[in-house]
């Protein structure tokens, strides 16, 4: 009767989880040719000097999110169970990474758009003038330490969500038939049981451990508390800058708590919740590899400008 949980089972490590391992690889390599070119000609990026910063934040966050995939991958693929020591690296490779990305994202948006306390600074139509370049405090700072308080409120909810592991129910997945259900039971569990060594049926092998929980519902967010404070003392301090992008890096921590909560927790089902895990970081590898395209078009490349100017 497990045969539709185990059909799920496959979909999630057999054919999502490799299609990110494989893409999520192939994206940091191309990200990382492209930041440190040979041949311009073949760039799949065109990255001016004044980007390179922001680009390389998002290529050490697609390193980390690599490494948490291959951490997941090993419990997977090689030891088939939940590793207390691995799933903290994914968990803490993770977390990073997104808050990573998102200091990444902020940067370039803030380039090409926001230029805040710069020339062209996008509150400059609602505020005349620039006290930040006169060495006075923003007259946005009460909104920015509303926003830093938002963020550090944000992460006290984590902290009641529940601990309990998650058992897959393989009840919920049956199958409506009956002699596809009796050939899984009686002709392919026993051939799997004797020919794949540790191999157990779906509903007993599939587990969220506790000590994930743990990590992701209480020492992240924890964490997260803790750089959203240090960037509302930036902001006290004067240190606009530094206090907005330690504020946007604390939030993309506590993003990527907020995703597992609503993927376990939220759908009450740990397969669910697994498929919907990796169909996101699929959406991500894939809207990544797509913004980067459209944000660095290589046809911007002075060399091939000129060509199509003449």
Request: charged content about 15%; hydrophobic content about 50%; proline content about 6%.
């Amino acid at each position: 009767m497990d045969f539709g949980a185990a059909l799920m089972g496959f979909l999630i490590a057999g054919v999502v989880k490799v299609a990110v391992m494989v893409l999520g690889a192939r994206l940091v390599v191309k990200l990382y040719r492209a930041t440190y070119p040979e041949h311009p000609s073949r760039l799949w990026l065109y990255l001016p000097k004044d980007s390179l910063p922001e680009v390389r934040l998002m290529w050490w966050s697609l390193v980390l999110f690599f490494v948490s995939e291959f951490t997941c991958g090993i419990e997977i693929y090689i030891i088939t169970q939940a590793h207390p020591i691995l799933t903290t690296a994914h968990g803490i490779a993770s977390s990073v990474g997104m808050g990573l990305f998102a200091l990444g994202m902020y940067l370039y948006v803030d380039r090409h758009l926001l230029r805040y306390a710069q020339a062209g600074c996008l509150l400059n139509r609602v505020c005349p003038s620039c006290p930040v370049r006169d060495g006075r405090d923003c007259r946005f700072l009460q909104v920015l330490l509303f926003g830093g308080t938002l963020v550090a409120l944000a992460a006290l909810p984590p902290w009641f969500a529940s601990l309990d592991p998650m058992p897959v129910d393989p009840r919920k997945f049956v199958l409506p038939f009956e002699s596809w259900n009796a050939w899984y039971d009686r002709a392919a569990v026993p051939w799997m049981q004797t020919n794949l060594p540790g191999f157990e049926k779906s509903g007993v092998a599939f587990v969220l451990p506790s000590f994930m929980m743990v990590l992701e519902f209480r020492i992240l967010p924890a964490a997260a508390l803790v750089v959203a404070l240090a960037g509302i003392v930036c902001l006290l301090r004067r240190r606009e800058h530094l206090g907005v992008r330690v504020l946007v890096f604390a939030a993309g921590v506590l993003a990527y708590t907020y995703f597992e909560i609503v993927l376990y927790r939220g759908t009450g089902d740990a397969l669910i919740g697994s498929l919907g895990h990796e169909l996101g970081e699929l959406w991500f590898v894939l809207a990544t590899a797509e913004f980067l395209q459209r944000a660095f078009d290589p046809s911007r490349t002075p060399q091939r400008q000129a060509v199509a100017a003449t």
